[in-house]
């Protein structure tokens, strides 16, 4: 099982941008399909992005266009760049690890880091 831990969050004025990293041990990243997540309060768990194991890139179209995924094998982590973020994007962001392909549903997805908070502000 690959252990996942992120860093990055935190407060953000509207319009602003934040990189979230999410360091994976226990497991190359290589091999595994790693995707990012946002829960508000409230609200369910949402598919945000996912990076595959031959790099395939999927952005849910909410972000599109502001958000990008990426992955630094020799760091084995994975990175959220968030440009012209706004309130609606405030949520606690989750890193977590796949093996099966294209799928975007949190119930296919076996690990999970504690998230970090992203707060964007008006």
């Known amino acids: 099982q690959v252990q996942l831990v992120e860093s990055g969050g935190g407060l953000v004025q509207a319009g602003g941008s934040l990189r979230l990293s999410c360091a994976a041990s226990?497991?190359?990243?290589?091999?595994?399909?790693m995707a990012w997540f946002r829960q508000a309060p409230g609200k369910e768990r949402e598919f945000i992005a996912r990076i595959s194991w031959s790099d395939g890139k999927y952005i849910a179209d909410s972000v599109k266009g502001r958000f990008t995924i990426s992955r630094d094998y020799a760091k084995n982590s994975v990175y959220l760049q968030m440009n012209r973020l706004n309130p609606e994007d405030t949520a606690v962001y989750y890193c977590a690890a796949s093996q099966r392909p294209d799928s975007s549903f949190a119930a296919d997805f076996g690990s999970w880091g504690q998230g970090t908070q992203v707060t964007v502000s008006s």
């Open positions: 226990g497991r190359t990243i290589s091999s595994i399909v």
